[in-house]
């Protein structure tokens, strides 16, 4: 059913259903009963085929249904649970006549079986729970021989047949992944990519530690806050932008592996790579350096993508990646020397900004208004996309790290990496500033920062600081979000989350249908 003759059918279609479920209710049938006796899932019976069939076995399966044929006295249901698929035969002869050899499985005293006459009652979309025995069919496909069927959730709306608006499928997910199940499959791959994160971590004697979403003052990323209000505090709170700080307070606590795995919040626009709400993961590991976590780095990649896809050898975004390969070290201030000519820690903000004009003619924003730190990333982004790797980014300027140590030899920069990947910055990682005094100068730039304007700017925690003053131990830290998954799967940000944010809408065709409440 295409969604226009889905849309312009769907009241008529709710309309016949709800006289269906009135009918099942008037002949004492509960349409929407609270459980199931369930005793197979559909791959239970196809791969345990031979004994069932054997031992004249008899099995009750549930699910929802996909398609209806009647032939007069024979019907053909397709049966569909999370795990397959599976063909209901239903024989009017023979249907509810050994009932009673279920009497061990089934509370027979409570339940209302539907009729062979009343079959008529179901539609596709229901789900069902049928009791047969296992049998293969005349055309050789292993079935069930359906002794009886309960109601388990009457459908009111049909799944069309397809669903090809992309917004339309990013409202009702639920029903895109009825209509295009390997969207369902994408998301145990997503489930597959955190639990080897977990396990790999795990395995390395981390600990995960879950940490507060709301925070005073929130920190670690350059990032703008999304703000609540907490009723019995009667203060604003903020969603986290980062794991980082929290985790590092647990350092100073005397943890020496921890890590987090869940939500954060950056109130920015979306695109292809971003969304406002993501799942993310940091770690942090005391007494090491960041040397340290690019080896536990590239461990992490291999284990987690291996997990996942069952390779290491990608085409991601047109390039090639091999992350069983060496991985290169690029340094930040000798590519752009390289490329632009240009010193990003010596040269004027104004020689910058020209380069980075000159370069980007297409920028839409005003190049007066960014500081040295914008202007110096905007032009590696110009460098970035062209890298394939698997790499890393190393000699990374302090002016864009407020949060990591800086070099011993070399003070302008500082001991952070960033893996690089088919174009594109995978996650962040640095040595651990855990020196106060170098930590509250870093923080008051970032003030000034805010200040000036730059809400991406970090801000003054000055709880941290006295932390830090109590000890932390030398670290490293990395992180990285979903959207390395996002990346290897080959999918826009919206498209890697089950219930990606739209703005609101109610329409005619919802409207008209509770037309006797508000919406």
Do not use: C
Not at 345 to 363: C, F, G, P, Y
Not at 424 to 444: C, V
């Amino acid at each position: 059913m295409s969604k226009d003759a889905y849309t312009s059918d769907l009241i008529g279609q709710r309309e016949m259903r709800l006289d269906k479920l009135n009918i099942l209710r008037e002949k004492g049938i509960d349409p929407f009963p609270s459980k199931s006796f369930r005793t197979k899932k559909t791959k239970d019976i196809i791969n345990d085929f031979e004994n069932l069939s054997n031992s004249n076995s008899r099995e009750i399966v549930a699910g929802r249904i996909k398609s209806i044929r009647t032939y007069g006295k024979l019907i053909f249901l397709d049966l569909h649970d999370y795990f397959g698929k599976i063909q209901i035969i239903i024989r009017s002869n023979n249907y509810l006549v050994n009932i009673n050899k279920f009497s061990s499985k089934l509370k027979l005293e409570n339940l209302k079986f539907i009729e062979f006459v009343d079959l008529n009652l179901l539609d596709v979309g229901d789900f069902i729970e049928v009791g047969g025995v296992v049998i293969k069919s005349n055309t050789g496909e292993i079935s069930i021989d359906a002794d009886y069927i309960r109601i388990l959730t009457k459908s009111i709306r049909p799944i069309p047949d397809e669903l090809e608006d992309v917004e339309e499928r990013f409202r009702r997910r639920y029903v895109d992944m009825n209509v295009h199940p390997e969207i369902r499959k994408r998301f145990e791959r997503r489930s597959i990519f955190w639990q080897a994160t977990r396990e790999f971590l795990n395995k390395n004697e981390f600990i995960e530690i879950n940490i507060p979403v709301l925070e005073h003052t929130t920190g670690g990323a350059d990032a703008k806050p999304f703000v609540t209000h907490y009723d019995s505090l009667d203060e604003d709170f903020y969603l986290r932008i980062s794991h980082e700080l929290p985790l590092k307070r647990l350092l100073g606590a005397g943890f020496e592996k921890v890590y987090d795995i869940g939500p954060r919040f950056r109130n920015e626009g979306f695109s292809d790579e971003h969304l406002p709400e993501h799942i993310a993961m940091e770690w942090y590991w005391a007494y090491t350096d960041y040397k340290d976590g690019m080896e536990l780095t590239k461990n992490l990649f291999r284990y987690v993508l291996n997990a996942v896809y069952g390779k290491l050898e990608f085409e991601v975004r047109g390039f090639k990646v091999n992350l069983e390969s060496e991985w290169e070290e690029i340094d930040f201030v000798d590519i752009i020397k390289t490329k632009f000519n240009v010193d990003p820690i010596k040269d004027s903000e104004e020689k910058l900004v020209r380069v980075l004009a000159d370069s980007q003619k297409s920028l839409d924003i005003e190049l007066e208004s960014l500081n040295r730190p914008r202007i110096i990333d905007m032009l590696w982004k110009l460098i970035r996309k062209e890298i394939a790797g698997p790499a890393f980014l190393v000699n990374i300027p302090k002016v864009l790290s407020p949060l990591a140590k800086a070099n011993i030899d070399k003070p302008d920069l500082v001991d952070r990496f960033h893996p690089i990947i088919a174009g594109t910055e995978m996650g962040n990682a640095f040595s651990e500033l855990n020196d106060p005094i170098d930590q509250l100068e870093r923080f008051l730039e970032q003030q000034r920062m805010r200040d000036a304007g730059d809400e991406e700017a970090q801000m003054l925690d000055i709880d941290f600081v006295e932390m830090l003053e109590y000890g932390m131990p030398p670290a490293v830290g990395y992180g990285h979000s979903e959207r390395v998954f996002w990346i290897f799967e080959g999918i826009s940000a919206k498209e890697g989350v089950p219930f990606p944010h739209l703005k609101r809408e109610i329409t005619d065709l919802t409207k008209q249908i509770y037309s006797n409440i508000s919406l």
